[in-house]
């Protein structure tokens, strides 16, 4: 079974010396993915809703590099420094997955690896039969 790491490029990477994404056979698994910019800043500093949002950005781009898309996501897992920020976390989750409707974990966490993340979110995907790998092409 062939094992296909993805990176999006992300300073952490690096770093910390783990892939974005790991796809062995159809199964995708992402890390967890915080809200940062190009230049390894956060985005959306204090807007949980936003935070979520460019976190499924990271991890569409992820699913992308490994051959997969949003909607071969089977379950995410949302950790949430402040629980109080669940229901805006969800509505932002139910706007992006109102269709696919994958499983899905929320928790609150005592921290992040930065003060000013809000939420980490990693997910698994299972990419459908007879779907290549991106990065065979």
Known sequence: MTRTNISTGGAM???YGYSRAVRMGNVVKVSGTCSTDGDGN???VGDVTAQVARCFEIISSALEGAGATLGD???NRIYLTNIEDAEAAGSAHGAIFA????????????ALVRDDFLVEIECEAIVPDGAEDATTH
Not at 99 to 110: D, G, Y
């Open 73 to 75: 996501i089977v379950i």
């Open 99 to 110: 269709e696919v409707k994958p499983a899905c974990t929320m928790m609150a966490v005592a």
């Open 13 to 15: 990477e690096e770093t």
């Open 42 to 44: 956060t985005h959306g």
